[in-house]
């Protein structure tokens, strides 16, 4: 029951509205604990496969697809749970993580996630870019990334992921403006002519 009334008791006593969808298989409405759904997520990561216990009926296996959050409050309005088929491939977002330091040089990130075609047991929780070896001026591209047997990486090659700045270059752009940069006096011409 989608009411507004309904869903607002049961996120009340700590149920969040969800819906459960997959290939042929017809849409189910349900509700599920909130606290443990978010201790699930922030445990196994947001592709992890949740077995879920639906009263009535077999165990399903799922991924979050989506959700609705309160930013605010920080609690779960809605979730929509896919349904997988564990020996099909899906396409999904999977974190990029940067990793070690750049000595002397700025790490810029364009990219944040990276789309992974993979068996659900497959995915992998994120995928990390190891920078310490990279100098200024150097940067790590789709194609440079390393490959693996169990995914691929559907994002075109030339695609960046992590671009190596030099420090300096900011800091004199930024110096260059304020030293030609004039204080600007707002409107007082005008409000002499209106005094007149």
């Known amino acids: 029951d989608l009411r507004k009334s309904i869903t607002k008791q049961l996120r009340q006593e700590g149920q969040v509205p969800a819906i459960v969808y997959g290939k042929g298989e017809k849409a189910k409405t349900i509700s599920v604990d909130s606290v443990e759904l978010l201790k699930t997520v922030r445990d196994e990561g947001r592709n992890a496969i949740i077995s879920l216990n639906v009263e ?103 695609t960046t992921v992590v671009t190596i700045l030099a420090p300096e270059s900011e800091v004199e752009s930024t110096e260059e403006v304020d030293e030609d940069a004039e204080p600007e006096l707002v409107g007082s011409k005008q409000e002499e002519a209106n005094e007149e």
């Open 56 to 158: 009535g009926d077999k165990p399903v296996q799922v991924m979050v697809h989506e959700y609705q959050s309160e930013p605010l409050k920080n609690e779960l309005l809605h979730v929509d749970f896919y349904e997988v088929d564990l020996s099909e491939e899906m396409t999904v977002n999977v974190p990029v993580r940067v990793e070690g330091e750049v000595k002397g040089g700025i790490v810029q990130q364009p990219l944040y996630e990276l789309q992974v075609k993979a068996k659900p047991s497959d995915i992998p929780e994120e995928i990390t870019v190891e920078v310490s070896s990279l100098s200024i001026g150097d940067s790590i591209s789709v194609d440079d990334l390393p490959t693996a047997a169990n995914y691929e990486i559907m994002d075109e090659g030339i």
